[in-house]
Every structure is written in C-alpha cells, then in structure tokens.
C-alpha cells in the first residue's frame, strides 16, 4: 500500500470509529479523497471484514435511537442514507413493532393532558401508519 492511500485509510477508519457510517456514506467519503474505485471498493471491503460499516448494525442503532418516528419516517431516513430496503425492512422486523411504539407514546402525550386531536397530528407527522396511528386510540 502507497503512503498516501495508507493516510487516507487511516483517516477512514478514525472516521468510522467517530461516526457509525453506512456503506453509501463510507463510500461519499472516500470519493471525496479522490481514490480510485478499486481503491474505494478495497478500503470498504476493510471496513466491512472488520465491522466498522455494517448497514444493518446502523439501522438498528438508528431505530432504537428514533423510537418516537413511525416506519414511514424511519424507513426514508435510512433509505436517503443509502441503506437498501431489504435491510431497512430486517431491521425494522428485528425491532419493537410500529403498533407498541404508537401506542406507548400516545400513552405519555395523554398522561401529560395532550387531547387526542394533537396526538393524532403528531403521530402522523412523525410517520406512523395508519393502522398504528388506529391502534393507539383502541
């Protein structure tokens, strides 16, 4: 490995360690330290062998740090991200359904004198379903 592609790898994987990143994010990065693509490709091929990029590990944090966000929302976050559907939809299999988050954060804005008028807006700005915005009022 040349000294300057040892730089910027060492570079990329202090970032890593800094920052959670996806694969498409890593990627924007290293095409901005003007690498070639094999170049690119090597260096992420790295990272994913030793787990500092791992999409599904991401959305995963992502979700459990976006609890109070419907699927709709979390779904287009991660996608503008450049996650793919297949792992967004595992991880949001692999997390608390959209129906219990609803409902327990209906829960809390009720218990804090909220009418259900404005849960109901709120919960539909924040991407919930239809059929969980429902069933967080049965």
Request: glycine residues 4%; neutral net charge; without cysteine.
């Amino acid at each position: 490995m040349n000294d300057l592609l040892n730089e910027i790898r060492e570079k990329f994987f202090n970032y890593l360690l800094r920052r959670p990143s996806t694969n498409s994010q890593a990627y924007e990065f290293l095409k901005r330290q003007k690498l070639s693509d094999s170049q690119i490709n090597f260096l992420i091929r790295e990272a994913n062998e030793s787990a500092l990029i791992d999409d599904l590990a991401y959305s995963q944090l992502f979700i459990d740090g976006h609890l109070s966000w419907g699927n709709a929302k979390i779904f287009y976050e991660l996608e503008s991200r450049g996650v793919s559907r297949e792992i967004i939809d595992e991880a949001l299999n692999l997390s608390q359904d959209e129906i219990s988050r609803a409902r327990d954060i209906a829960e809390t804005w009720r218990s804090s004198g909220l009418d259900d008028r404005k849960i109901l807006t709120r919960l539909r700005s924040r991407g919930f379903s239809g059929r969980a915005v429902r069933a967080a009022f049965e």
